[in-house]
């Protein structure tokens, strides 16, 4: 069984109204290092209450691999980027991974000194 190391990595899951715009979200990310990998999930159905009616659109999500130390930044590209008023940005820091994909991610990422 791998080493788990809990400190070095956050997980983003963020819901986006297209491909399009989840794939240049995590283009973004990616070329600014921001970012070690990004998955696209296609076709979730959303349910969800606006002004107290219950609403039912397709979406799209987007899920970030990276670590605490770029999570502000993360956050806020994706908040610049993301076309909704109130995008649904939820992180979590300090999540457990291997150590072997905790390097993996650190190798990858422009991660402040």
Known sequence: MPNVNTKNFSLFYVTCDSCETAKTIARSLLDNKLAACANIIPNI?????SEGVIKEDNEVV???KTVP???S???DLISELHPYD???I???DNVNVSD??????NSNLKIPL
């Open 45 to 49: 159905s959303s349910l969800y209450l």
């Open 62 to 64: 987007l899920i970030i």
């Open 69 to 71: 130390s770029l999570s």
């Open 73 to 75: 930044k993360c956050r």
């Open 86 to 88: 109130i995008p649904a």
């Open 90 to 92: 939820i992180y979590l």
């Open 100 to 105: 072997e994909f905790s390097n993996w991610i």
